[in-house]
């Protein structure tokens, strides 16, 4: 059985910068920059513009993933697609990412494309199941992308400051590969806790009702602002956030029967640097080996954890034997870990 290993890492974020003054300025929202950074440790995001899609963003990064791997795009045997905001309801971005990497033109490659669905930990349970595929010799090679266009559906005024100054745009990728050599996907670490399914969630449809969106009497669908954007109960993520990310990585020591010295970088879920503080401090880890980018990106959601991989990869520090956790917690509530040697 070969083992997987993490052959290339790429990211892409939009170019423009929203700053926290441009909420206030641009998008007049009630908010301040100092309520913004003590709470959450971000200072500004990234928008794409209208007329950019996630499976656009997802292409940009896969690409440099696909190069830092020497691979093309036809080597590829999977794509898995972790996104909350997919182009449409339907088909997901996995097939828009395919069509872009050009895998159907001259001599097509139908390589299935997979979309995941669990959110801030989407890109964790990717990566269960690309080191599934790969070890289990159904897939050399996977291409796993964590994408979000977010900025498309905030509700970017004061009713939605609360959500609204926490996420940003962005996209990472990663290919999946098989290796004889005594490396890589150690092991993944998974959890879910579906009575707080309501506790951070965008409803915008029901689908117990007929029609599952309220219709006016001229045929068209009205979403109500309560439904239309995201909603969460800050708090109880919070508390939740700590808990869960401080139990992954303890399940993941206990495993492999590692301590978290024996780690060299941990890579966290960038939602809230508060949070990540305190799980670091709880493991006593240095600073040093707990990098951090939400200051620039904002909540990236599946985007975090690739961007952050592919930021340390181009500063040098996955070099061969570095051993990476890898831990997020998110809606669902979803949440996990993973240990990769590199
Ligand atoms: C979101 C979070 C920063 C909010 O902090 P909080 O201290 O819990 O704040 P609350 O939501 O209780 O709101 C406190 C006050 O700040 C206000 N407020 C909320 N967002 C604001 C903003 N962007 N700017 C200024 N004031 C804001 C609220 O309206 C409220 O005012 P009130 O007391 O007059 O009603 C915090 O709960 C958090 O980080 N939770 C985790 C979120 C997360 O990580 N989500 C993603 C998980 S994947």
Redesign the pocket.
Known sequence: MSNAFISGTGFYVPPRVVSNHDLITKYR????NE??VQ??GIEERRFADEGVGTADLALAASTMALERAGLVAKDLDLILFATLSPETAFPGSGVYLQRKLGLLDDSPKFVPAMDIRN??SGFLYGLATAAAFVRSGAARHVLLVGAETHSAALNLSSGG??V???FGDGAGAVVVSATDEDRGIRGTWLGADGRFAET?SQPIWDITKRPFIPVNDQGVGQVAPDKLWAG?N??V??KH?VEKMILSVMQACWALQIEPKDIDLFLF?Q??M??NQYVQGQLGLPDEKVPHNIQHYG?T?AATLPILLAEADQAGKLTKGKRVALVA???GFTWGSAIVDF
């Open positions: 929202i009630e908010t301040t309520w913004i709470r959450t959110q801030c400051k609360s609204a100054a926490l951070l969460m800050g708090k993520v919070f956030a879920h939602a809230n508060r949070i909540n959601t917690f998110g809606s």
